[in-house]
């Protein structure tokens, strides 16, 4: 069992979840993104400790357990598999900080604008 970042990420990167991952098993692309590789972040499933701890810091909404990811985003296991069967094509995401290592403050959505990322997706295969 593990946690997985669906497609609500593409182009959000908060990376509130990178900053309390205890194993650090998100992932982010090495290159651009591509139809087959998203602009967004990865749970690595076998790294995943399955601690939960990413959930609630997606401002997003963008991250589920495995098996309760709705099935607009059952393709989204797949994108995330990506991380072990691709490997030399992701990184480990590291959060965003200052020159000084002070982590960067970052504007949180409202919540019309996570409703309205998700909209994005209802008519989407």
């Given at each position: ?6 497609r ?16 650090e ?44 990811v ?26 965003h ?15 019309d ?13």
């Open positions: 069992m593990a946690y997985v970042i669906t609500l990420c593409v182009d959000c990167l908060d990376q509130g979840c990178v900053e309390v991952c205890p194993v098993c998100i992932y982010a692309p090495k290159e651009a993104s591509s139809p087959d590789r998203p602009n967004m972040l990865y749970i690595q499933p076998i790294e995943c400790i399955n601690c939960g701890a990413c959930e609630p810091e997606c401002p997003w909404q963008a991250i589920f357990e495995d098996r309760e709705p099935e607009m985003f059952a393709g989204d296991l797949s994108l995330n598999a990506q991380t072990v069967e691709q490997p030399k094509q992701f990184r480990v995401a590291r959060p900080r200052d020159a000084e290592g002070r982590l960067q403050p970052k504007a949180r959505p409202t919540a604008q996570v409703l309205a990322n998700r909209r994005r997706w209802d008519d989407k295969p």
